[in-house]
């Protein structure tokens, strides 16, 4: 497996690892997430039907209503929260979310942003990526092509 580390800023604390579900589209979990089960519901993002719970999602920004904070600490409290999330830019309601989810359910979900790369450019969907939002980084570890 090839290894690429990248720098980037923290904004939610923990450590993480799973396997990456990518996105050039920004997402909004208010009316896009189903709390109870992890599932994207947004009929309009190349997510419809598949399942956060336990990715590392990669997505430009958030959108939509200011209510994807409560989605997030919905999504929390029912254990269906993504390992973490890397954005370009992580917008306040998204930081919001999962920070009080942090802070009252005890559940740390890395949240990084403003990498030194483009993680859409070097992240594929299925590739295994660690996020340490104690110290800012990520790592891709890309599987080799057959």
């Known amino acids: 497996m090839e290894k690429v580390v990248v720098r980037a800023r923290a904004i939610n604390r923990g450590v993480a690892e799973g396997e990456a579900m990518v996105t050039r589209q920004p997402f909004g979990f208010s009316h896009g997430l189903e709390t109870a089960t992890g599932r994207i ?68 979900t890395p949240v990084v942003d403003r990498p030194e790369r483009d993680p859409v450019e070097i992240i594929r969907n299925g590739d295994l990526v660690k996020v340490d939002g104690n110290n800012g980084t990520f790592e891709v570890y890309r599987r080799q092509s057959a």
């Open 41 to 108: 519901s947004d009929s309009g993002h190349e997510w419809l039907g598949q399942n956060l719970k336990g990715k590392v999602i990669v997505f430009p920004y958030g959108k939509g209503s200011v209510t994807g904070g409560l989605y997030i600490l919905e999504a929390a409290k029912q254990g269906n929260t993504p390992a973490a999330v890397i954005n370009l830019e992580t917008d306040p309601v998204v930081a919001g979310g999962f920070i009080m989810a942090d802070l009252l359910y005890g559940k740390e």
